[in-house]
């Protein structure tokens, strides 16, 4: 058995880069587990700021200063933050107050179509496990309540974090954005000088999930845009509020669509009732997830990241039980990396093995 482990070892871990690379990424893995809370505003910056990088970077070739190409993205940057702090939160804020409010008189008709099924299919349907489901969601919804009085307690905490990061995480981008370089170049120069393996694991890792982060954000906009204006159109109750579900629910492979469907549904349903209006809203919100699927993703993903659907799916449920929302926003991305340094990783032939060994 210590004979094996030994080969395994030598076979994996006899080349110094790859035993750098390895401590390099567990101490990086420890630190996120460890001191993400502590470190959120820095990686939020960091994060914001390497989205933001192709735009300077874009402007510096059409022969912009790097100063002035810094100011004007952050220029931007500080735009967008503004019209989403003073526009779309308020709308989100009152359309999700009203969701709320309107909650018992959707609960109740969604009872009475419940208890109707009974009596038109009697042989399919019993009475008792309609009203034991009813019961069951009834307890869910009290489970919300206490929930959402829990969370109001507790906003003035929340409110006080959110100030921080609206001051911090603003400068951390400037800085990030103006000084990556030098801070770049700062960090290299406490790696061994030997780096090949790290650098061809960085450039292959850069490359796609830079394009994949870029683009997955091009496609939430796009998607919870026009989902907007396709709501709004038909006149949906809580179209913004809906259409942000929409964007949103693009980060989430294979699955968030699925499960954004059911809000859209129930709330066109509880509008519309099932006529032409709910047909409507149905076959606009199908064009729009096809057309998404079909041509938006094609066009930005063009760097196709090499994954099976199995990898993606484990990696969204171990990033995501990790670090929530972020951690399946970055499933992809980090399920890369585990594919990158795999596939860069030395190795030893089996025979090269047993002859040293």
């Known amino acids: 058995m210590f004979k094996v482990l030994q080969n395994w070892v030598h076979r994996y871990f006899s080349d110094e880069q790859a035993v750098v690379l390895a401590v390099i990424l567990l101490l990086g893995f420890t630190v996120v587990l460890t001191l993400g809370g502590m470190l959120a505003p820095v990686l939020a910056g960091l994060i914001l700021a390497f989205l933001m990088q192709g735009m300077v970077n874009l402007l510096e070739r059409l022969r912009l200063s790097h100063v002035l190409a810094v100011w004007l993205v952050f220029a931007l940057f500080m735009g967008l933050l503004v019209l989403c702090l003073f526009v779309l939160m308020p709308l989100l804020w009152r359309q999700l107050s009203a969701l709320v409010n309107e909650l018992p008189r959707m609960f109740g008709e969604w009872q009475n179509m419940l208890l109707v099924l009974p009596e038109r299919y009697p042989t399919l349907i019993d009475e008792q496990q309609v009203r034991a489901g009813i019961e069951r969601v009834r307890g869910e919804l009290g489970n919300v309540g206490q929930w959402a009085l829990t969370m109001s307690l507790s906003s003035l905490p929340m409110l006080v974090n959110a100030m921080i990061y609206l001051v911090l995480v603003p400068i951390l981008v400037f800085f990030f954005l103006k000084d990556g370089r030098l801070i770049g170049q700062w960090m290299s120069g406490y790696l ?63 699955i968030g669509a699925v499960v954004v469907t059911v809000p859209v549904a129930l709330i066109g349903l509880f509008q519309w009732g099932w006529g032409e209006q709910f047909l409507y809203l149905m076959v606009v919100y199908a064009i729009i997830q096809a057309l ?23 990696a969204v449920l171990l990033f995501g039980g990790l670090w929530g929302f972020w951690g399946v926003f970055f499933a992809i991305p980090l399920a890369t990396l585990c594919k990158a340094v795999l596939d860069a990783w030395p190795r030893r032939s089996n025979e090269e093995t047993l002859l040293t060994g």
């Open 292 to 314: 998404d699927g079909n041509v938006l993703v094609p066009l930005l993903f063009s760097e196709a990241v090499s994954l099976h659907p199995v990898a993606i799916i484990c």
């Open 192 to 254: 061994p000088r030997e780096r090949a393996l790290m650098t061809q694991v960085w450039r292959e890792m850069h490359l796609q999930i830079a394009n994949y982060i870029r683009g997955k954000v091009i496609e939430i906009a796009i998607v919870g845009v026009v989902s907007y204006i396709a709501f709004a159109w038909l006149g949906l109750n809580y179209a913004a509020l809906l259409a942000l579900l929409v964007g949103l629910s693009v980060v989430v492979p294979y």
